[in-house]
């Protein structure tokens, strides 16, 4: 036993002082559910679920060259788009090696940057707007 280890309280007991830090809890499986934009929304504008629990997340919403998307700019129509997510996990907390992460219910590739870090790149198009069903009203002219 080292000797910085051991205190000596009297002549007949010592103390061993024992460091330690324990384990972390190794997070799962889960689920990220990105809600695709609308053509016209804002980057900023969208939430986001990750499924799991003790995780905090940083989300970028990049455009065609992975360049972060301002506020100024809306998504446009037939053009890609990536969101990048980090996912840490908090003090405590590590990924399991070989977890799977669901992205909108697919099964997706992520990177791994520490025990305790991933990272999700997910290319999306932006939804169509959709036009609802119309029902004109239209006033026929009268006779004369």
């Known amino acids: 036993i080292p000797a910085e280890m051991v205190d ?3 002549y007949n007991k010592i103390y061993i002082n024992y460091e330690f830090k324990p384990a972390p809890i190794k997070i799962g499986d889960f689920d990220v559910t990105i809600p695709i934009p ?3 929304d804002h980057p900023t504008s969208l939430g986001l679920d990750v499924g799991a629990d003790n995780v905090n997340y940083d ?3 990049l455009d065609k060259n992975k360049n972060e998307m301002s506020l100024a ?7 890609d788009y990536y969101c990048c997510i980090t996912i840490e996990a908090e ?3 590590a990924f399991k090696a070989g977890m799977k992460v669901k992205v909108n219910g697919a099964d997706f590739n992520y990177a791994s940057k520490s025990d305790s870090q ?3 790149m997910y290319k999306f198009r932006p939804e169509p707007i959709i036009v609802k069903l119309l029902r004109p ?3 026929l002219p009268e006779l004369g």
């Open 8 to 10: 000596y309280r009297s």
């Open 38 to 40: 609308t053509v016209g």
């Open 59 to 61: 989300v970028e919403w």
């Open 73 to 79: 700019k809306a998504y446009e129509i037939d053009t």
């Open 91 to 93: 003090d405590g907390y």
């Open 118 to 120: 991933i990272m999700i």
């Open 137 to 139: 009203v239209i006033k």
